[in-house]
């Protein structure tokens, strides 16, 4: 068009140079005298537009449009709504006047295409890890001795498409918590965001949008958070739903082909299924998803606990007794005394015991096999039972030296033979505290010299001698009493002996 509204171009010289036959310079050429244009009307029209212009179209139909997002919502929110249902509702409101069935689903199609619009998510390196089971398993015929088919745990890395694949015995929480801790040292480090399904191993039953209180406990000795999907929104986390397919394909498929007779012969079989998928080349861009990973992502993660999370094998809910205390399986453990009367969690694992409250770890004890005893923390301990605690042997002993060497070897005589903690002598060592209230240290010392020599260890007998033996004793501690106050109403001895009738004794 430009050329041709130049005028320095014969017709012939613009059909060669745009590789088209002169004729249809020719009819162009007629076309714009006919609409007397020129090029300053042109010049910024779209292509379009231009063939608007020069290419005659046939009118437009009169029938009646049928609304195309009236049909897409109602497709969307009702279960059972199908396209045909729809047009004969609109085809009965334009009974001479309405679109064919086939025309219509050709104009639905056309809008799903010009309105799926999909929004592009980051995902940084290192931040979340995408956690699903697959759908598809090993079959009967592929288990021999007793051996059921396991379940297929997913992990997806969405930064570098990196995939970690572990079997489980199924999807409860003891065999899914762990599978995650294998999975997590696949990876060789823990990301920051796991992003789980709704499934019940993970959410709560009565709350899908909450993590249960044994994941919640994995991620806080891992040092993660968790997040799970919207239910029914599986785009959510669309990585690991492709990472299923890609799973299914290339693990699972070829599983088919074997059989197995443990858990630990699945996991085996796995590793160089998973390998091979990992090592395949992206298709738009350069290397693989291990190479990307080891290169860029693995650096970014934490590093693993030193210690494995130790997985519940029983869970239990119980009420905090009076004591502070939950028993389990005949052993006491200690819980904070402001849980008394709440209701916890209790995680009896291997080798430990979790107690968890309103989703949190309070405290994690050593398992213990003893029976009718007691494992107690002094944190835990109520300030006057800490108290309590601590008055023992030493504790009576130190106070004693404080007074002479007699007291000592008095204290050491009341526990002659008895545990530390044994709470008879310590209940005189406190009637001696209170004796030496009233008494100088050296009128104790005196006392329990005394009783020692006679071969009488007994508080009682120290009393008495205090009290018996003031003249050869050093005076007692004089007791403070209230202050003498001189005042004209206050009136004593001296005046009502001056009044008659009164006597004084």
């Known amino acids: 068009m430009r050329q041709l509204l130049s005028g320095d171009y014969s017709n012939r010289k613009i059909a060669k140079s745009n590789n088209i036959t002169h004729t249809s310079v020719n009819r162009m050429a007629y076309r714009v005298k006919e609409l007397k244009i020129d090029w300053e009307m042109l010049k910024d029209s779209t292509d379009s537009e231009i063939n608007d212009l020069f290419i005659s179209r046939r009118p437009k139909s009169l029938k009646a449009m049928p609304d195309l997002n009236y049909f897409t919502q109602q497709l969307r929110s009702i279960k059972y709504m199908t396209q045909e249902l729809l047009w004969e509702e609109y085809a009965e409101e334009n009974k001479d006047n309405h679109y064919s069935l086939s025309y219509t689903n050709k104009l639905l199609r056309e809008d799903r295409k010009q309105n799926k619009v999909a929004m592009l998510q980051h995902h940084p390196l290192g931040g979340t890890c995408q956690v699903d089971f697959a759908g598809e398993t090993l079959k009967a015929k592929n288990c021999i001795a007793g051996f059921k088919p396991p379940q297929f745990l997913v992990c997806n890395s969405p930064a570098s498409d990196y995939y970690v694949v572990v079997a489980c015995h199924s999807q409860k929480i003891p065999d899914f918590l762990e599978g995650m801790n294998r999975a997590v040292k696949l990876f060789g480090g823990i990301h920051q965001v796991y992003l789980t399904d709704n499934f019940a191993s993970a959410v709560k ?166 029976q009718r005893q007691n494992t107690t923390l002094p944190e835990h301990m109520a300030p006057n039972e800490l108290a309590y605690q601590s008055y023992t042997y030493p504790f009576a002993k130190s106070w004693a030296k404080s007074i002479g060497i007699a007291s000592e070897a008095f204290v050491d005589k009341l526990f002659d033979k008895r545990p530390e903690n044994d709470q008879k002598p310590m209940r005189a060592v406190s009637k001696l505290k209170k004796l030496a209230k009233c008494y100088e240290y050296e009128q104790m010392e005196v006392a329990c010299e005394r009783a020692l020599a006679i071969g009488d260890v007994n508080v009682t007998t120290v009393e008495r001698i205090l009290k018996r033996n003031t003249k050869t004793l050093p005076q007692p501690r004089k007791s403070v009493g209230v202050s003498q106050l001189h005042h004209s109403n206050i009136r004593g001895a001296e005046y009502f002996s001056g009044i008659e009738g009164v006597r004084h004794d």
């Not at 993660?301 to 004591?323: G, N, R």
């Not at 005394?337 to 968890?356: A, E, F, M």
């Open 205 to 370: 039953p009565k709350h899908r949008d909450t993590p249960n209180d044994s994941l919640a406990a994995w991620a806080d000795h891992n040092d993660s958070m968790l997040s799970n999907t919207r239910p029914g929104e599986s785009a959510d986390k669309g990585p690991v739903e492709q990472g299923v397919l890609n799973v299914e394909r290339w693990i699972i498929a070829p599983l088919q082909r074997m059989t197995f007779a443990s858990l630990a012969e699945v996991n085996e079989a796995i590793k160089p299924l998973m390998q091979k998928l990992n090592e395949r080349n992206f298709a738009q861009y350069e290397g693989n998803r291990i190479s990307f990973y080891k290169e860029h992502e693995l650096p970014c993660l934490k590093e693993l606990p030193p210690e494995s999370f130790d997985v519940p094998q029983t869970i239990k809910t119980l009420t905090v007794e009076p004591h502070h205390h939950v028993r389990i399986e005949g052993h006491g453990y200690s819980v904070p005394v402001s849980l008394v009367g709440q209701v916890v969690k209790v995680h009896v694992c291997t080798s430990s015991v979790r107690v968890i409250h309103n989703g949190k770890t309070v405290v994690v004890h050593a398992k213990s096999k003893s």
